[in-house]
């Protein structure tokens, strides 16, 4: 049973207490907003009270117009922390200076409740640099996210807890795993929910694809994960920007069912889709291997010179017939670029797999993925030339220059993986 009386602004009392103004200028220690980069220390900022324990988890909870929302939250999370790990714990409110002023509501109850802290942001804007900043004044060894629309099943926590304790890096709940799912949502906002998880599994496999739902909001994490790192997301996928970023090795998910609001307003719109997008793209530059590809599209360049010289070697010198001149001239540009790219680019890893058996292995691949290439080439040729229009030769250089980057992505992660290596 909800244990105030009233909501927003008016007399809320929690259990047994006298009555308290939500309204009133009196309000229990903010917490001072952190500035600067996005860091998370590795060090955890000593108690301020030193009679209370050390902290275990710090439970970030990112806020905006969530005034009827957080007294309940908070009321119903310290119950069942309070049995889990008392006084072992904190609540970290940052609220995004709401016009309903959540945070005031959040610190006028902060006297009864000695393990919420409040955070008022003005300036700043975000869920995820919200959380980040949570974190980053959060004394405890293990870090935690939650929604403050109570959309989330407050008694997952303690399976997360669970999942931590027995040696998880990162503790996600998943509406896509067993046990999990949504409650009432709409076909248009399934589709939508799968279709951004579709995109991040095109434009980041390897960060997206380490977990079922990389779009949840609600997961726990070692602070050690996340120690001293530059962060850098945009929107509200702050799980992106950690699997991302983080130094994260053990992942468990635990299933859970997305309720639907109670009270207040949902923040979902289009925006958020776009900033999704913009942060999609800034982890896919960022975790980019520049240095690699670079090598990569010299040795790609050495080979046209390698491919015309040949060509001509055959044709004019040989006499022998185009089509067989193009082929031949187009395989030894092939090969030649495979033998330095395995020299060169991805040495480190072709090192790791030494003998001529795999080097064979390594050349098949990269001879069937550059003739995909060479396929994919001649469609995007056409399409940019008779859909789009542009001229024959600005449309042969976008080609090659998509081509470039399709060649290098998909022989990195096929042609020169280590998967087959022994410890």
């Known amino acids: 049973m909800y244990p105030f009386s009233g909501s927003g602004c008016g007399d809320m009392k929690p259990h047994n207490s006298k009555a308290i103004n939500t309204c009133t200028p009196e309000i229990y220690g903010l917490l001072p907003v952190p500035e600067g980069p996005l860091t998370i220390s590795g060090e955890v900022p000593p108690p301020t009270d030193l009679d209370r324990p050390s902290i275990l988890l710090s439970v970030a909870i990112p806020t905006f117009r969530e005034s009827q929302n957080i007294p309940i939250l908070i009321d119903r999370l310290t119950g069942l922390l309070d049995q889990l790990i008392p006084r072992q714990y904190e609540l970290i409110v940052i609220d995004d200076d709401s016009p309903d002023r959540t945070w005031e509501v959040a610190a006028n109850i902060a006297s009864y409740y ?33 929604d403050a629309d109570l959309q989330h099943p407050l008694e997952t926590i303690l399976q997360l807890w669970s999942k931590i304790q027995s040696g998880a890096d990162l503790a996600v709940a998943s509406r896509h795993v067993s046990g999990g799912g949504v409650s009432d949502w709409s076909l248009a906002r399934r589709i939508l929910s799968r279709g951004a ?88 530059i960022d975790n980019w291997p520049v240095g690699r590809f670079f090598r990569f599209a010299v040795v790609g360049f050495s080979g046209l010179f390698v491919d015309m010289a040949i060509f001509y070697l055959l044709l004019d010198g040989w006499g022998l017939p185009l089509t067989l001149s193009a082929v031949l001239s187009a395989e030894m540009a092939i090969i030649n670029n495979f033998i330095w790219n395995d020299q060169w680019t991805f040495r480190d890893l072709s090192r790791q797999q030494s003998g001529g058996h795999r080097r064979l292995k390594r050349l098949l691949k990269f001879n069937l993925i550059c003739l995909m290439g060479l396929g994919l080439n001649v469609i995007i040729l056409n399409l940019l030339v008779s859909v789009l229009g542009l001229n024959a030769y600005m449309a042969k250089l976008g080609a090659i220059a998509i081509v470039t980057f399709w060649n290098f992505w998909v022989n990195l992660k096929l042609s020169w993986r280590v998967t087959e290596v022994k410890p």
């Open 197 to 284: 998880q579709m995109l991040g599994l095109i434009i980041l496999p390897g960060v997206v694809g380490r977990v079922c739902d990389p779009m949840s909001g609600y997961f726990m994490l070692r602070r050690d994960t996340l120690a001293n790192i530059d962060l850098n997301p945009v929107g509200y996928k702050i799980l992106i920007e950690v699997l991302g970023r983080g130094r994260i090795a053990n992942i468990q998910e635990v299933g859970y069912v997305f309720q639907e609001r109670q009270e207040g307003y949902s923040k979902v719109t289009s925006r958020q889709y776009f900033e999704y997008l913009q942060h999609l793209l800034r982890l896919r």
């Open 114 to 146: 000695p393990q919420l802290r409040v955070m008022r942001r003005r300036g700043e804007r975000g869920l995820s640099t919200a959380v980040i900043r949570g974190w980053q004044v959060a004394g405890g060894e293990v870090l935690a996210v939650i």
